[in-house]
């Protein structure tokens, strides 16, 4: 008879997961608390506008085609991928100088001698040092747990750890290989991909626009949503059952094992439990005995650091932006150093630095026809940081700073007068909409302490049949390590129950 698992969360990591399981054979529930899958990789839809909502740049593309492949689909079937090539514009200057990030490498070596003569070669070498670095973490560390100490502190995997040169910062490694500023910018700053600062980032994950650099960067059709809608349709299609509007109050643990999970007040017994919730939401309120919580406390909880958070933006045009090139926008503030300081100190933030996202200017069925939809992004503070409560008012300063930033760029002059619908996601939402605990969007911070052995494993070590997966847990945040996520937990349940006979 095959085992029964339920899933919390019909996220990204929750329904690779489950595809997954179902390969091997598992019988798969995912538990949803909303009407639609997806999370933060879901989509919000109004007034003939469909933004993402959060994730909107395809990185590593191989990594969401593997899901789909291990079930014998043709990927392409379910999310239609287009490479996009140039990347990225980068404004500086209160918007009158534009930079082009591209794969072309004559391309780019050209603007980098632009800026001086040494750039060039600095900026070689930072690719092959990431380059090499990228490869023994993905084959020794992204791709493998580390629930006991001996799989971690062993000679070969502190060799292999010792060669990723993490003590170093990000902001410092680039400084080591590239002098203009406006450059090391364009890089450093990508670390806010996953929540955490330049300057007190490990140096390796500038990894993440080395990727850019040399793998590209990828669009789905139809928006990032189209990835969960797909996952979704082939969970299903292999059998899975998807309860979605259906909010899990608890884990059922008894005799020291987890049993399945309580949802609107009636039980779901189930052989196993992945849970794609939060784990620091799923540690303090999904799990009541403190027994089974282990070292995580709702005290060492709330004691651990937490990834920055994001206001973002869904503003309906009423035309669309020609002079606009690139569909991904990045405009620097003025300080950037300051402005990323004030991220992480809880200072409000004088003037940010803002991500703007046009996806409709290369698949009109995101906006009505002659229209844009403008997705506009500002990295702020997480709530345990912020150092004053996130109000309307707050949310109406940044967005009036944003606004003043993006008029000043080509085309833009009238951008507030030619908006004619808008939502907003502000901290206090992806908290209270998503169980994001302090609105952390990306999850635990990856700080050196909290990364790898020291990060929240996949296994629960206090209750058997309990299994976590998700941007809180090892190896991290960002759309393809989260997959990776997943990949690692069902490894981890299926090697447990191959042990049990």
Request: proline share 4%; aromatic share 12%; with cysteine.
């Amino acid at each position: 008879m095959n085992k029964s698992v339920t899933v919390i969360g019909a996220g990204v990591a929750g329904l690779a997961s489950g595809i997954r399981l179902l390969s091997e054979g598992y019988d798969v529930t995912i538990v949803e608390r909303h009407h639609k899958v997806g999370g933060k990789m879901s989509q919000l839809e109004f007034d003939g506008y469909k933004f993402d909502l959060g994730p909107t740049i395809v990185m590593m593309p191989d990594l969401y085609k593997e899901v789909f492949e291990l079930a014998g689909r043709n990927a392409d079937d379910y999310i239609p991928l287009e490479r996009i090539d140039p990347m990225y514009s980068s404004y500086f200057d209160e918007g009158s100088t534009r930079y082009r990030a591209t794969n072309d490498l004559v391309e780019t070596m050209k603007m980098l001698e632009s800026f001086n003569d040494t750039d060039g070669e600095g900026f070689l070498k930072y690719l092959s040092d990431l380059y090499s670095r990228f490869n023994i973490a993905k084959d020794h560390f992204l791709q493998r747990s580390f629930r006991t100490k001996k799989e971690f502190y062993n000679p070969f995997i502190l060799s292999q750890g010792l060669k990723l040169k993490t003590l170093n910062s990000a902001d410092n490694l680039l400084r080591k290989y590239i002098k203009d500023d406006r450059m090391r910018q364009m890089i450093a700053f990508q670390t806010l991909y996953i929540g955490i600062s330049p300057f007190k980032g490990p140096s390796l994950y500038t990894i993440i626009p080395m990727i850019e650099y040399i793998y590209g960067i990828w669009f789905i059709r139809g928006g990032m949503y189209s990835m969960a809608k797909g996952m979704a349709k082939l969970f299903e299609e292999m059998g899975g059952t998807l309860m979605l509007d259906s909010e899990v109050e608890r884990i059922i643990i008894e005799d020291g094992a987890a049993k399945g999970v309580e949802v609107n007040q009636q039980l779901h017994y189930s052989d196993l439990v992945m849970c794609n919730a939060d784990f620091p939401y799923a540690m303090k309120n999904l799990i009541k005995e403190d027994k089974y919580k282990g070292k995580y406390t709702d005290k060492y909880i709330d004691d651990m650091d937490y990834s920055c958070s994001c206001f973002v933006m869904y503003f309906g045009m009423d035309k669309k932006y020609d002079e606009v090139i690139d569909i991904h926008n990045f405009i620097f503030s003025n300080d950037l150093d300051t402005n990323i300081n004030q991220i992480f100190t809880g200072d409000t933030i004088e003037d940010p630095s803002i991500y703007m996202y046009i996806p409709s200017k290369i698949d009109p069925t995101l906006a009505p026809e002659g229209k844009d939809g403008v997705y506009v992004l500002i990295p702020v503070s997480d709530l345990s940081t912020l150092k004053s409560e996130w109000t309307d008012e707050t949310s109406q300063s940044y967005r009036q700073k944003a606004i003043d930033k993006i008029s000043k760029l080509p085309g833009m002059k009238n951008f507030e007068s030619e908006i004619i619908t808008e939502k907003q996601m502000s901290p206090n939402d992806f908290d209270n909409i998503f169980n994001a605990y302090n609105g952390a969007t990306f999850g635990l911070r990856p700080t050196l302490t909290q990364s790898n052995h020291l990060r929240p494993q996949s296994t629960s070590p206090n209750c058997d049949n309990l299994y976590f997966t998700g941007s809180s847990t090892h190896p991290g945040a960002g759309v393809p390590i989260v997959l990776l996520s997943a990949k690692i937990a069902v490894n981890d349940l299926i090697s447990d129950e191959q042990s049990k006979g």
